[in-house]
T-cell receptor, first 114, second 115 residues
Framework: DPKIIQKPKYLVAVTGSEKILICEQY?????MYWYRQSAKKPLEFMFS???????DNQTASSRFQPQSSKKNHLDLQITALKPDDSATYFC?????????????FGEGSRLIVV | AQSVTQPDARVTVSEGASLQLRCKYS??????LFWYVQYPRQGLQLLLK??????VVQGVNGFEAEFSKSNSSFHLRKASVHWSDSAVYFC?????????????FGAGTRLKVIA
């Protein structure tokens, strides 16, 4: 059974619309992350959270907003979608935030913006 | 700046042959190093991890990697590949920088195993 659940697995959105990607982890981890993978950039770090607190943000655009309503949840809201946002978005978690902690990944949410 | 280079974007090997996927890193300290594998339409899965000790670290499914500080390398090896090993392999460096913990991913090597 997958320990990190991402929803939806696939979605098609219209340019200018807004979508929320859901991530829940059942590993009991305290750190959670969002990564993006596209044809242009293999794997791109976006955000890290530790104990529901934003720790690092490498996303230049404010259109991307992480939301942590529970310790094991880290959703990603994307507004004013653009075709360039088309990518697979991976949620990951680790026991703690720190060097050497193994990242565990979900299966991804593949977003296509038309 | 810290970086990870996987010089081979694509590698094709015959089933049963040995495999080496190369990884070079740039980091002044002692890094944590990982190899991850991504099968089609799946997330990344950990193969193995290294920080200190024996420079040869064993992983899952017969994979191993050898750390070389002098060469700044962390190459992945397997003695005999199977068709199911076809996937994308990522070398990853983990370190701390100005209080922020970073995971630096290589661009990945796409492995194709042929009959």
């Amino acid at each position: 059974d997958p320990k990190i659940i991402q929803k939806p697995k696939y979605l098609v959105a219209v340019t200018g619309s807004e979508k929320i990607l859901i991530c829940e982890q059942y590993l009991g981890h305290n750190a959670m992350y969002w990564y993006r993978q596209s044809a242009k950039k293999p794997l791109e770090f976006m955000f890290s959270y530790s104990y529901q607190k934003l720790m690092d943000n490498q996303t230049a655009s404010s259109r991307f907003q992480p939301q942590s309503s529970k310790k094991n949840h880290l959703d990603l809201q994307i507004t004013a979608l653009k075709p360039d946002d088309s990518a697979t978005y991976f949620c990951a978690s680790s026991q703690e935030r720190g060097s050497g902690n193994t990242l565990y990944f979900g299966e991804g949410s593949r977003l296509i913006v038309v | 700046a810290q970086s990870v280079t996987q010089p081979d974007a694509r590698v094709t090997v015959s089933e049963g042959a040995s495999l080496q996927l190369r990884c070079k890193y740039s980091y002044s300290g002692t890094p944590y190093l990982f190899w991850y594998v991504q099968y089609p339409r799946q997330g990344l899965q950990l193969l193995l991890k290294y920080y200190s000790g024996d420079p040869v670290v064993q992983g899952v499914n017969g994979f191993e990697a050898e750390f070389s500080k002098s060469n700044s390398s962390f190459h992945l090896r397997k003695a005999s590949v199977h068709w199911s090993d076809s996937a994308v392999y990522f070398c990853v460096l983990s370190h701390v920088n100005t209080g922020n913990y970073k995971y630096v991913f290589g661009a990945g090597t796409r492995l194709k195993v042929i009959a």
